[in-house]
């Protein structure tokens, strides 16, 4: 009787356990080394992209991941649906008006020098190689979604903007979802659809008006002007009953989380939450 056919990546992964096979990519590193100098992402150290020391500093940072909505002011509500508890009591203790809770946020860990670093080596450098990285600290945050794995859930990636991926030559966070789903690493009954796009137009038209630095640098409220409006998940009612959650690299003011939150529950889908690798110090709202 025939053995079972492996899938293309576990195959690969069985032909690289080999003893042979570990020895030539050693070899391979250590020549890549004399050609191509890299140096780590984090601390600099020389021959590699990222030293067993940095390695277990970004693990450590992303071991435990944690609800990260209340840093971000521009997060849209959860689904208003009381039987869900989707609203609090207000500040003040009385119950006459209710403040509904921002959407939940799952964040793999605190964006500090170490996970910093290594996302921007990523995501500006090309240091592609640090995806598994990446990657690894995703699939903790996801498996930590509240309620994640009791439904089919789409993880849905805020989409990429097309001159960024020109520039780059590839999309960090399809890269890190494609990972995380090739090593079998998403929750169960968990799928990744990239079901977010840009308007036709919206960035040649100038609704992204920062086309070069992105939303980087801007105030809070400068950030909701810049996305709003620009996205889009299909015609009203095109996704009623999929359940999504929306994933993004870096979690700051919430405002491009909004913007795709806004798209999809705009074609009918019920947006239960999101889930980033780390979580920034918002910018202040007047700036």
């Given at each position: 009787m025939s053995s079972p056919r492996l899938s293309p990546f576990r195959e690969a992964d069985r032909v690289l356990q080999h003893p042979a096979a570990a020895g030539l990519l050693r070899a391979c590193r250590e020549l890549r080394s004399v050609l191509l100098p890299v140096v780590c992402a984090v601390c600099a150290r020389p021959d590699e992209s990222l030293c067993n020391g940095c390695a277990a500093a970004v693990r450590h940072a992303t071991l435990r991941p944690f609800e990260a909505s209340s840093g971000a002011g521009l997060l849209p509500f959860q689904e208003e649906d009381p039987a869900a508890g989707a609203f609090c009591p207000a500040r003040d203790g009385s119950s006459e008006e209710p403040q509904y809770r921002p959407l939940s946020v799952t964040s793999a860990g605190r964006y500090g020098t170490a996970l910093a670093r290594v996302l921007l080596a990523c995501k500006n450098h090309g240091h592609t190689d640090l995806v598994p990285v990446l990657g690894t600290a995703m699939a903790r945050a996801l498996h930590s979604v509240p309620g994640?794995?009791?439904?089919?859930?789409?993880?849905?990636?805020?989409?990429?903007?097309?001159?960024?991926?020109?520039?780059?030559?590839?999309?960090?966070?399809?890269?890190?979802?494609?990972?995380?789903?090739?090593?079998?690493?998403?929750?169960?009954?968990?799928?990744?659809?990239?079901?977010?796009?840009y308007r036709p137009g919206a960035e040649a038209a100038g609704w992204l008006r920062t086309r070069t630095a992105g939303q980087k640098g801007l105030g809070a409220r400068a950030r909701r002007r810049n996305v709003h409006g620009t996205m889009t998940a299909g015609p009203p009612g095109s996704l009623r009953g999929l359940k999504v959650v929306v994933a993004d690299d870096v979690l700051t003011t919430g405002a491009t989380v909004a913007e795709a939150v806004r798209a999809l529950r705009g074609a009918g889908a019920e947006v239960v939450g999101a889930v980033v690798i780390a979580a920034a110090r918002a910018p202040s709202a007047a700036r």
């Amino acid at each position: 009787m025939s053995s079972p056919r492996l899938s293309p990546f576990r195959e690969a992964d069985r032909v690289l356990q080999h003893p042979a096979a570990a020895g030539l990519l050693r070899a391979c590193r250590e020549l890549r080394s004399v050609l191509l100098p890299v140096v780590c992402a984090v601390c600099a150290r020389p021959d590699e992209s990222l030293c067993n020391g940095c390695a277990a500093a970004v693990r450590h940072a992303t071991l435990r991941p944690f609800e990260a909505s209340s840093g971000a002011g521009l997060l849209p509500f959860q689904e208003e649906d009381p039987a869900a508890g989707a609203f609090c009591p207000a500040r003040d203790g009385s119950s006459e008006e209710p403040q509904y809770r921002p959407l939940s946020v799952t964040s793999a860990g605190r964006y500090g020098t170490a996970l910093a670093r290594v996302l921007l080596a990523c995501k500006n450098h090309g240091h592609t190689d640090l995806v598994p990285v990446l990657g690894t600290a995703m699939a903790r945050a996801l498996h930590s979604v509240p309620g994640i794995g009791q439904d089919c859930v789409h993880v849905v990636p805020v989409p990429g903007k097309t001159q960024a991926r020109y520039r780059r030559g590839y999309d960090p966070l399809a890269l890190i979802l494609g990972y995380v789903g090739r090593r079998g690493l998403l929750p169960g009954k968990t799928h990744v659809s990239r079901l977010v796009r840009y308007r036709p137009g919206a960035e040649a038209a100038g609704w992204l008006r920062t086309r070069t630095a992105g939303q980087k640098g801007l105030g809070a409220r400068a950030r909701r002007r810049n996305v709003h409006g620009t996205m889009t998940a299909g015609p009203p009612g095109s996704l009623r009953g999929l359940k999504v959650v929306v994933a993004d690299d870096v979690l700051t003011t919430g405002a491009t989380v909004a913007e795709a939150v806004r798209a999809l529950r705009g074609a009918g889908a019920e947006v239960v939450g999101a889930v980033v690798i780390a979580a920034a110090r918002a910018p202040s709202a007047a700036r």
